[in-house]
């Protein structure tokens, strides 16, 4: 008995080893980023939160009494999906319904037999394409117009179900007049020129806008309101994902024109705009007696890049190796961010003791993209002793949407770019580290190239050199998807595909833990 006991906790004990060496570390690597994407697709989150029992729909525990009193409107990239999921749930008690998706995804989606991500040839729900390149066009103002018309007719008795992701602002445009779609299309592509946050952008559209910050929940006022919605900004800032339709929120004027001067704006801004503007904090005065309203209105996030991420997380796990989550909300400059990827690297892989500056350099940049001193510490608690259990690798887990100052002409994105500063990061190390680091965006497109990200390593730059492939050249000119096209025939790349939902960028690095001290 007692040996049948050891054999079985030493089976327990190297299972890790023996399921890891099924594959390579860019495999798990490769495997773990799939997982999280899983985690977060649009049918999978709506499926997690909304609970039927019987004629009852319970959402983050709240319930609402179905007596075909339900309605329908979406809006984003992702809504599709979570338009036919809901309706596969709830459609028996379901009226009416619109969504406002991008132009062209029904035939993306087909193409990619992303099915389950289509609604039926007999659905209540109609599908309205819109927004060509992201941007607020006629169609989307269509959209948008009809979405206000089913919200404005809805009675006491009804519930709206609103489902909301990523590209919602630009698919439900509803400029206040006399400001027109032109002039807010202007407003809102000078901003976004001139390097405005996504914060920022979207406080100035909730204040030239009929239906965000709240207007759609006023518009379906009495009827109950329930949003769903799929974070693609970090912290999950409801009021500002898609520009907050639901959420109610006062707009702040001084923010507005503190915005608008900021870039520069406020000399050239068209008349209509200054009106609406100057006319706002009146019409303020007058929706605060609507208050009561708000408790008609249930908000809840479903799916967001720490959820992707726990996802991530158990399937590092399952793989057999040490998970360790950084933060979901990594920002700021790519090279900052890589910078801080190197060091992290260099302190899992120190053998022995780290050496005593590391530390603090690491304390240091992590302010500069977005990530505390406590999540620091702890993920340093979590590497320290990985360094100690000499068997399992570490999965450290990060998420957020870091920015690349484009000065060059290539093709590339953020993460590409990226994964190969990491690269370089690894490769001039002193530490000769097998870690592997992967970057990836949840949409599947990373920038405007047809991949998601890529993954690198130590030998990049020695493959690289083989190859006659100037690493410094490809980066100044911000060419990061030739680069990883070019490397090993483009093997380094990640290509999903459209993957139909989008809570940002997941990274994640694959940390062995370093030969023992001598
Ligand atoms: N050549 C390039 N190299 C690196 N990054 C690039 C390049 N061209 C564009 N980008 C970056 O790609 C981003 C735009 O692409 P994309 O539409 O995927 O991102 P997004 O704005 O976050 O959209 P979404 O929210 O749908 O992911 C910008 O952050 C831009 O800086
Ligand atoms: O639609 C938008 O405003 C952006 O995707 C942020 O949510």
Known sequence: MAQVLTLCRSLLHWSPLWVRSMCSLEEQARAIFAAAVEGVQPDSVVRRALQRRGDELVVAEHSFKLHHNLHLVGFGKAVLGMAAEAERIVGDHLVQGIVSVPHGIQETLQRHRKLNMLLDASSKIKVMEGAKHNLPDTDAQRSAESIWELASNLTERDLLLVLISGGGSALLPAPVPPITLQE?????????????????LNTVRRALSLLKGGGLSRCAYPAQVVGL?????????VDLIASGPTVWSETSL?????????????????????????????????KLKDQPQQENILNTVIGSNAIALECASHKAQELGLRPVILSPGVCGNVQAVAQLYGLLSRFACSPGKEPPELRDQILKLG??????SSELCRTMK???????????ATCLLAGGEPTVQLLGKGKGGRNQELALRVGLELSRAEERSTTVFLSGGTDGQDGPTEAAGAVSDRNMETEAQSQGLDIDGFL????????FSSLSKG?????PGLTGTNVMDVHLMI???PPPAE
């Open 476 to 483: 100044r000119n911000n060419d990061s998807f030739t680069f």
């Open 367 to 372: 302010q500069e993209v977005g990530v505390g």
């Open 511 to 513: 940390l062995p833990p």
């Open 254 to 286: 001084e923010e507005v024109w503190a915005i608008l001067y900021r870039y520069n704006l406020y000399a050239t801004l068209p008349l209509s705009v200054k009106e609406v503007l100057n006319q706002t904090g009146s019409q303020q005065r007058s």
């Open 229 to 237: 919605i799929l974070s693609d900004i970090i912290g999950d800032p």
């Open 491 to 495: 093997q380094k790349l990640l290509l």
């Open 184 to 200: 807010k299309q202007e407003v809102t592509h000078r901003l976004a020129a001139a390097g405005a946050t996504i914060q920022e």
């Open 382 to 392: 979590h590497l320290e002793k990985g360094r100690q259990e000499s068997w399992h």
